[in-house]
C-alpha cells in the first residue's frame, strides 16, 4: 500500500448548466498572466469537449476528479476512498466516499427556487442517502447580483404550497444583495435561490438531494420543463429558518498574514488563509483537511521539493502527511475546508485569541 503523507492534487470536474456561463474568470481563465509578466494559454483536459458549454459548477471533491500527482496519481477520488479509507479521509471514515463536496459556482441567470433534507429525511425518502447541509462564500458579485434566502417571516407552509401551484415562490423569500467574502450558511430547510453574476465557492455534504420548488418556467438541456418536487419540499422546509449570511469577520493576525474562521458545523469547517509570506503547517494527523486557492500563485513545498499551486487548484492534505509549507509567489487567499471537532478547532482557538463567546455562536453552527 502507497503511503500517503504528502498534499495531493486533484483536477477539477467541470459541469454544464443552462444557467452557467462560458467565462469561467478568474479562477479559470482563457489566459493567465504569471507574476514575471508571462501570458500563457490555459487548457484544462477537464474541460475537453464542453468548451461551448455554459459550464455551472466546477466540482472539486467529485467522485470522478483525479489525483495528478503523488501515490495515487491517474486515480480518480471515488476509487482512491475506496482502495485507502482512513489513509486517505482519516479516522471514523465509514460510508465509502469523500465527507465534504466542494464546488465553485458561476451564474448567468437565476438558479432554481430550491430546499434540501436533513439527514434523517434523506435516509427514510431517497435510499439511505445523506442529507444536505451547506455553505456559500461569496468571491465576486455584480453590482445587480442577488439571492433568495429563507422565507418572508410569517409565511406558512399552506401559503408556499400555493405559491408553488401558482410559479410565484420568489415573492415569498427574502432579498438580499451579496458581496465578495460574504459567508451564508444554508441548514437543510431553508429554501433558497442564486442569481445571476455570481461567483462563489460552495461547501457541503456529499451529497446533491435537491427539491425544485420553482424553476421559473424554464427548458431543461433537453427541451422539456425541469421536474418540481413540490410534497418532498413541504415536507422538509423549515419556515421559521432565518437567513443566516453576512456572518461576522473573525480574523486572527498571523505570521504569514491572515486567517479568518469563516464558519463551522459538524458536516464541514471553511478557513480563509490569506498568504504575504511563507506559512508552515503541521499535517492534520487524524482526519484529511483539502485546501482551494481562490486567487494567487506559488507553491506547496514538502520534504522531498516542490509543486506550483495557482487560482482554481484544489490539494488534500491526507492525515499521514507531517508538514508541509505554502510559498506564496503573488499574494494568495485560500480556503481550507475539512470536518471539524467544533471545539477543538473554533471555539477554543478563538476564545483564546479573545474572541467573545457571542461572537463565535454567529459562526458555529451546532
Known amino acids: 500500500m502507497p503511503r500517503l503523507d504528502s498534499p495531493l492534487q486533484l483536477s477539477p470536474v467541470f459541469k454544464p448548466k443552462i444557467w452557467g456561463r462560458r467565462s469561467l474568470a478568474p479562477l479559470y481563465p482563457d489566459q493567465w498572466t504569471t507574476r514575471r509578466g508571462r501570458t500563457v494559454s490555459i487548457r484544462y483536459p477537464q474541460r475537453k469537449g464542453l468548451e461551448d458549454e455554459r459550464i455551472g459548477e466546477v466540482w472539486l471533491t467529485d467522485d470522478e476528479a483525479v489525483f495528478t500527482n503523488g501515490a495515487l496519481a491517474g486515480l480518480h477520488l471515488a476509487e482512491a476512498c475506496r482502495r485507502y479509507g482512513p489513509e486517505l479521509c482519516g479516522e471514523g471514515f465509514a460510508d465509502g466516499r469523500f465527507p465534504i463536496l466542494a464546488k465553485f459556482l458561476f451564474?448567468?441567470?437565476?438558479?432554481?427556487?430550491?430546499?434540501?433534507?436533513?439527514?434523517?429525511?434523506?435516509?427514510?425518502?431517497?435510499?439511505?442517502?445523506?442529507?444536505?447541509?451547506?455553505?456559500?462564500?461569496?468571491?465576486?458579485?455584480?453590482?445587480?447580483?442577488?439571492?433568495?434566502?429563507?422565507?418572508?417571516?410569517?409565511?406558512?407552509?399552506?401559503?408556499?404550497?400555493?405559491?408553488?401551484?401558482?410559479?410565484?415562490?420568489?415573492?415569498?423569500?427574502?432579498?438580499?444583495?451579496?458581496?465578495?467574502?460574504?459567508?451564508?450558511?444554508?441548514?437543510?430547510?431553508?429554501?433558497?435561490?442564486?442569481?445571476?453574476?455570481?461567483?462563489?465557492?460552495?461547501?457541503?455534504?456529499?451529497?446533491d438531494i435537491t427539491y425544485r420548488l420553482d424553476d421559473f418556467g424554464r427548458m431543461g438541456q433537453d427541451g422539456k420543463p425541469r421536474p418540481l418536487h413540490r410534497e418532498k419540499a413541504l415536507q422538509v422546509t423549515?419556515?421559521?429558518?432565518?437567513?443566516?449570511?453576512?456572518?461576522?469577520?473573525?480574523?486572527?493576525?498571523?505570521?504569514?498574514?491572515?486567517?479568518?474562521?469563516?464558519?463551522?458545523?459538524?458536516?464541514?469547517?471553511?478557513?480563509?488563509?490569506?498568504?504575504?509570506?511563507?506559512?508552515?503547517?503541521?499535517?492534520?494527523?487524524?482526519?484529511?483537511e483539502a485546501f482551494t486557492v481562490v486567487s494567487g500563485e506559488g507553491r506547496v513545498e514538502i520534504s522531498s521539493g516542490w509543486y506550483a499551486y495557482r487560482t482554481g487548484d484544489v490539494w488534500l492534505i491526507p492525515p499521514a502527511t507531517p508538514s508541509f509549507r505554502l510559498a506564496p509567489e503573488s499574494p494568495s487567499r485560500l480556503l481550507k475546508f475539512y470536518v471539524p471537532n467544533l471545539d477543538a478547532d473554533f471555539r477554543k482557538p478563538l476564545a483564546a485569541r479573545g474572541i467573545s463567546s457571542k461572537d463565535i455562536e454567529r459562526i458555529v453552527f451546532s
Open 238 to 288: 423549515r419556515p421559521h429558518h432565518l437567513p443566516l449570511r453576512d456572518l461576522p469577520q473573525l480574523e486572527l493576525e498571523e505570521s504569514y498574514g491572515v486567517r479568518r474562521f469563516v464558519l463551522a458545523c459538524p458536516f464541514f469547517a471553511v478557513e480563509e488563509i490569506t498568504l504575504a509570506k511563507i506559512a508552515a503547517f503541521a499535517g492534520p494527523r487524524a482526519r484529511v
Open 107 to 207: 451564474t448567468s441567470d437565476w438558479l432554481s427556487v430550491q430546499v434540501h433534507p436533513d439527514d434523517d429525511y434523506a435516509r427514510l425518502n431517497e435510499n439511505g442517502s445523506l442529507g444536505k447541509c451547506e455553505m456559500w462564500y461569496i468571491i465576486q458579485a455584480e453590482s445587480q447580483a442577488e439571492i433568495l434566502l429563507g422565507l418572508k417571516p410569517g409565511t406558512t407552509l399552506q401559503e408556499l404550497g400555493a405559491a408553488i401551484d401558482q410559479n410565484r415562490c420568489s415573492q415569498l423569500l427574502q432579498r438580499f444583495s451579496p458581496h465578495p467574502r460574504e459567508a451564508v450558511f444554508i441548514p437543510p430547510g431553508t429554501v433558497h435561490a442564486l442569481g445571476p453574476g455570481l461567483t462563489l465557492f460552495e461547501a457541503e455534504e456529499n451529497s
